[in-house]
Nanobody, 121 residues
């Protein structure tokens, strides 16, 4: 499974972005998907996850109420909508795929290359 993220960029605090992650697999709907992020000098951290059907979603406390994860299984794509962005959201954002949803990066089998999100104050 290959994952390709897009949609990152530079935005002012309070602004919004929408990230996309396109998967190259015909079995996309069998995977649980997640977004992680990694800021310079910090460990990769879980941001949001969604189960295979899209019926269940999970968020880190730091982004709850501001970020929204959703997926379109017809287009083999998972999205992350980022609203009310803060400078501390600045990081490289990665999407990941697994057959079991987890907040632990080690549980994910496939990763994208990442997309940079920079929030200016």
């Amino acid at each position: 499974v290959q994952l390709v993220e897009s949609g990152g960029g530079l935005v002012q605090a309070g602004g919004s972005l929408q990230l996309s992650c396109a998967a190259s697999t015909q079995t996309f709907s069998s995977y649980d998907m997640a977004w992680f992020r990694q800021a310079p000098g910090k460990e990769r951290e879980f941001v949001a996850g969604i189960n295979w059907s899209g019926g269940s979603t999970y968020y880190a406390d730091s982004v709850k109420g501001r970020f929204t994860i959703f997926r379109d299984n017809r287009k083999d794509t998972v999205f992350l909508r980022l609203d009310d962005l803060k400078p501390e959201d600045t990081a490289v954002y990665y999407c990941a795929a697994s057959t079991g949803l987890s907040v632990s990066a080690s549980e994910y089998d496939y990763w994208g290359q990442g997309t940079q999100v920079t929030v200016s104050s």
